[in-house]
């Protein structure tokens, strides 16, 4: 089925263009607002976007996978994400990694049977400070370690993280 | 309008030249990957760096305005260290597959190493990042990620000139690679441009891979015939063989050169090429051929039946050749190298309107021998005043529908089979233009001649010589020992 906007959606589209000097500049902004409908940003919806905005495919394409904070398949419940640069990764994330990989039996950009999780290594979250760092849908998780890490995936396996 | 120092030496050079400019105006080189001449600065490979006093930092000379009185240095310890550095960067995740790579011999990365760098890598082999190898995108181009530097003259080629925007930069960091739309084919007319400004082997042309190790190939300087822009191009051949073409840059007419008229010199070694005579469509050899021509001809000129048409797709020289056959053998008033063109850029990059290379060389044969109008010659046609035509065949394939209601016998020169129209009497085979030389006059009036790179299959001569021995088998000589000799009596300004 070819993607279509909703009308809604293209009206909230058009005051987001009228707030840059240049429509392609609302390209972002838009595909958060994409990615907060249905949780991902599609193929097709990126074809649909780049009629919208006047930009050729590939610039949208090249955007969506710059930035690791939009998905391009549906994520699952808890979407887990830890930082893999530099600050984290001498504070340990590397591990994490290894053991969220280890625990929950899939690799980096894969999702649980169960729909639960889905894991990812992204880039800088902006809180070296705290590292290593994991942000779990729009939370962060600061100053992790394994017990730390395991104590959260048991709480959010029994529901006891809100979304 | 600033003044520089650039090693020592002092250059005035326009506001707004950079750094990289102002010194290849001195002569002084620095060496880049990123930076094209014809496409927008990035700045992204930083293999230009220099050292200018003041300044920090070291500077990229492609992407640095020069200023008045900037004292520039591309030789320093510092910049030295600086691109040998550069280059172990670019190369930690290179494959190092020269042996099986076409661009091997023509890489920037061999020969800035070479050049510039010569050190050991400190990282190890295994530990590379891997990619797709291999991959054909589009008819024309295959597509190597490892191999890829991330120059991006590619994108900007697609986004500045074909203005099509097909390419990008797809993910980020060690993941950054060259994509484009999944499913989609790369062909955009201009393609192969791509794998000429591609300074490594990333993109390889489909066409020229594996075909012939770059430094075997002798470089011969001549003229595309794709269309009436006439681009300067340079075929690449060794051995009698053509391996490509590719643009040879000139401020008036060219940088670029458009698919079509890269690949047009396949037909002159393709299976397609017509290297004996045809009599309807039996192939026989050279000689008896011309035998034939010849007594057809003798048959109609009694009666002043014979009439001989110019084409915008033959040199000034083989057209002045039919133009005296004409005139001077035949002895008859029937022929015709008026020619209607309309001329121009189509498509605001290099394809023009006109498809035939030399319409206004043919105004200068027309100019020089006359000749009556292309109206006037379908006229006498259509009356059935005309028994034989003689044409080239591209030009004949211009009448042929008329020529098929009159009952009119064609006989054409032809250099592959398919030019030749339907319902041909007899075909002559000639000397390409890759093969002879032939001079042309491009849309912008630019006259240029052709240097053949390759010699003609055996028994295949230039249409001027052919024209020659028609003549004495028609009892008169034209005296054409020469492309030149065919040449006389045309003012070509």
Not at chain 1, 78 to 106: D, F, K, P, W
Not at chain 2, 130 to 152: F, M, S, W, Y
Not at chain 2, 271 to 281: H, Q, S
Not at chain 2, 302 to 308: D, P, Q
């Amino acid at each position: 089925m070819p993607f279509k906007f909703t009308e809604d959606f293209k009206a909230r589209a058009e005051k987001i263009c009228a707030k840059y000097p240049r429509r392609d500049a609302a390209l972002i902004p838009l595909l958060h607002e994409m990615q907060k409908e249905a949780g991902y940003v599609a193929e097709e919806g990126m074809d649909a976007l780049a009629l919208l905005l006047g930009l050729p495919y590939s610039r949208v394409k090249a955007v969506v996978t710059f930035y690791t904070m939009f998905n391009r398949e549906p994520v699952g419940k808890y979407h887990l994400q830890v930082c893999r640069n530099i600050s984290c990764h001498m504070a340990g994330a590397e591990g994490l990694l290894t053991r969220l990989r280890s625990r929950l039996g899939i690799a980096e950009g894969e999702t649980t049977k169960d729909g639960l999780f889905t894991l990812s290594a992204v880039e800088c979250l902006g809180a070296c400070g705290s590292a290593p760092v994991m942000q779990v849908n729009e939370k962060y998780f600061e100053n992790l370690n394994d017990e730390k890490l395991d104590a959260l995936l048991e709480d959010m396996k029994h529901g006891r993280v809100q979304r | 309008m600033p003044t520089l120092t650039i090693d020592g030496k002092p250059v005035e050079v326009e506001k707004g030249t950079s750094i990289l400019e102002a010194a290849q105006k001195l002569g002084v080189y620095i060496p880049r990957y990123c930076y094209h001449p014809k496409l927008s600065v990035s700045g992204n490979c930083r293999m230009c760096l220099v050292e200018v006093e003041k300044a920090p930092k070291l500077l990229t000379a492609c992407s640095t305005e020069a200023a008045e009185g900037m004292v520039v240095r591309t030789v320093s310890d510092k910049v030295k260290a600086a691109r040998r550095d550069v280059l172990e960067y670019l190369l930690i995740n290179h494959p190092l597959d020269c042996p099986i790579c076409d661009q091997a011999g023509e890489c920037g990365l061999q020969n800035y190493y070479m050049d510039y760098s010569l050190a050991k890598s400190r990282f190890k082999n295994e530990d590379k990042v891997r990619r797709q190898k291999r991959r054909a995108l589009g008819p024309h181009l295959v597509l190597d990620n490892e191999r890829c530097i991330l120059c991006t003259r590619c994108v900007r080629f697609c986004a500045e000139v074909t203005k099509t925007a097909e390419l990008e930069v797809m993910g980020r960091g060690d993941h950054s690679h060259i994509d484009m739309k999944e499913g989609k084919a790369l062909d955009n007319g201009y393609s192969l441009n791509i794998a000429d400004i591609c300074p490594v082997g990333a993109w390889t042309s489909r066409d020229f891979r594996f075909k012939q190790r770059v430094w075997f190939l002798k470089k011969t300087p001549t003229i595309c015939l794709g269309c009436a822009t006439g681009c300067l191009i340079e075929a690449h051949h060794n051995e009698n063989t053509i391996y490509r073409t590719v643009p040879l840059p000139n401020p008036e007419t060219n940088t670029w050169l458009c698919d079509h008229g890269r690949l047009a010199y396949k037909a002159v070694q393709g299976g397609d090429r017509l290297v004996k005579g045809v009599i309807k469509n039996g192939l026989i050899d050279f000689e008896p051929a011309l035998r034939e021509v010849a007594a057809r001809i003798d048959e109609a000129r009694g009666a002043g039946a014979v009439a001989v048409l110019g084409s915008p797709w033959l040199s000034i020289e083989d057209n002045a050749a039919l133009a005296r056959l004409a005139k001077d053998a035949l002895k008859t008033e029937n022929y015709c190298f008026d020619f209607a063109s309309e001329q121009g850029i189509k498509d605001g990059i290099l394809i023009n309107k006109d498809p035939s290379p030399n319409a206004n060389g043919l105004r200068l044969v027309k100019d020089a021998h006359g000749g009556i109008s292309q109206a006037e010659l379908s006229s006498r046609i259509a009356a059935g005043q005309i028994k034989v035509v003689l044409a080239e065949a591209r030009a004949a394939g211009l009448i042929k529908d008329a020529l098929k209601a009159a009952g009119t016998r064609l006989i054409v020169f032809a250099a592959n089979k398919g030019e030749i129209p339907a319902a041909t009497y007899a075909t002559l085979p000639y000397a390409s233009y890759f093969e002879t030389p032939g001079t042309f006059v491009n849309y912008q009036g630019l006259r240029r001649r052709t240097t053949p790179p390759a010699e003609a299959p055996e028994g295949v001569k230039p249409l001027w010589a052919v024209v020659n021995k028609l003549a004495a088998y028609s009892g008169s000589s034209l005296r054409l020992d020469s492309a030149e000799d065919a040449l006389k009596g045309i003012d070509l300004k």
